[in-house]
């Protein structure tokens, strides 16, 4: 092999190591990439839905016993409160279906790992069974506040009682679920920081090894051709001082 390909395999194999160096760290950077896009794309805005719902549960409900407290309400005032609520209820109905949506894609998502996905689905099936109490929910305002427009108050009054009924699932199983899209969130933020701390560890290890891997095969690679010329300066002088010339021998084209 003649010395301008050993210098050409020597950079090629030099390029090759960076190469893998480089491979590496992208598919880590990959996995990282993948897990921050759940947080931005599904986990946060989950979230958000998640605690707008719960606090619009607790407007609508208190904005309807506040049209109660009216005595005597105006028209103007009934209506206001029933377009406020019909506009709560419009909310309720579009944070549920987005929340179901995005709860479908991200279980659907192999991006995630199993232990993930299995959180979302319990997840899932609290949310349904909310989404199921939703509309009985919404009827109760709807009731109570028609009675109110029509001035029964006494059957808005007796009406208003039935929100006791989903105390429970708008409450304490509501909390839960913020509880848990809480602790997805946090959990997925503190492995993606850890593998970060690990990436940056990680890339200098192997940088370290790439670079002694090429140092390693540079010197074997110098020391043999440095060698064959020392072999070579050596018999020159000799057969130039008139001496017994030793024979170099010949291993390579180079």
Same mark, same amino acid.
């Given at each position: 092999?003649?010395i301008?390909?050993?210098i050409?395999?020597?950079a090629?194999?030099?390029?090759?190591?960076?190469?893998?160096?480089?491979g590496?760290?992208?598919?880590?950077q990959?996995?990282?990439?993948?897990?921050?896009?759940?947080?931005?794309?599904y986990?946060?805005?989950?979230?958000r839905?998640?605690?707008?719902?719960?606090?619009?549960?607790?407007?609508?409900?208190?904005n309807?016993?506040?049209?109660?407290?009216?005595?005597?309400?105006?028209?103007?005032?009934?209506?206001?409160?029933?377009?406020?609520?019909?506009?709560?209820?419009?909310?309720?109905?579009?944070?549920?279906?987005?929340?179901?949506?995005l709860?479908?894609?991200?279980?659907?998502?192999?991006?995630y790992?199993?232990?993930?996905? &299995?959180?979302?689905? !319990?997840?899932? #099936?609290?949310?349904?069974? =909310?989404?199921? %109490?939703?509309?009985e929910?919404? @009827?109760? /305002?709807?009731?109570t506040?028609?009675?109110?427009?029509e001035?029964?108050?006494e059957?808005?009054?007796?009406?208003?009682?039935?929100?006791?009924?989903?105390?429970?699932?708008?409450?304490?199983?509501?909390?839960?679920?913020r509880?848990?899209?809480?602790?997805?969130?946090?959990?997925?933020?503190?492995?993606?920081?850890?593998?970060?701390?690990?990436?940056t560890?990680?890339?200098?290890?192997?940088?370290?090894?790439?670079?002694?891997?090429?140092?390693?095969?540079?010197? &074997?690679?110098?020391t !043999?051709?440095? #060698?064959?010329l020392?072999? =070579?300066?050596? %018999?020159?002088?000799?057969?130039? @001082?008139? /001496?017994?010339?030793?024979?170099?021998?010949?291993?390579?084209?180079?």
């Amino acid at each position: 092999m003649t010395i301008r390909k050993k210098i050409f395999l020597l950079a090629g194999t030099l390029l090759a190591l960076f190469g893998m160096v480089v491979g590496v760290l992208a598919v880590i950077q990959k996995l990282d990439s993948d897990q921050i896009g759940n947080i931005v794309g599904y986990e946060l805005p989950l979230s958000r839905i998640v605690a707008q719902f719960d606090v619009d549960t607790d407007r609508y409900e208190l904005n309807i016993l506040r049209a109660f407290r009216l005595n005597p309400a105006s028209p103007d005032q009934l209506n206001a409160a029933a377009t406020a609520k019909q506009e709560l209820a419009d909310e309720m109905r579009s944070d549920v279906a987005a929340a179901g949506k995005l709860l479908q894609q991200a279980i659907q998502d192999r991006s995630y790992n199993a232990a993930d996905r &299995v959180d979302l689905a !319990r997840i899932e #099936g609290s949310f349904k069974y =909310l989404s199921r %109490s939703l509309e009985e929910f919404l @009827s109760v /305002g709807d009731r109570t506040m028609t009675a109110l427009v029509e001035g029964r108050r006494e059957d808005a009054r007796t009406e208003s009682l039935n929100f006791t009924k989903f105390a429970q699932a708008f409450g304490s199983d509501l909390s839960e679920i913020r509880r848990a899209v809480a602790e997805l969130t946090e959990r997925s933020t503190r492995e993606v920081l850890a593998r970060q701390r690990l990436d940056t560890y990680l890339s200098f290890a192997l940088f370290l090894v790439a670079c002694a891997i090429g140092l390693g095969i540079s010197a &074997v690679g110098s020391t !043999r051709v440095i #060698g064959g010329l020392r072999q =070579l300066v050596a %018999s020159t002088r000799a057969l130039e @001082s008139g /001496g017994d010339s030793v024979p170099v021998v010949i291993r390579s084209r180079d």
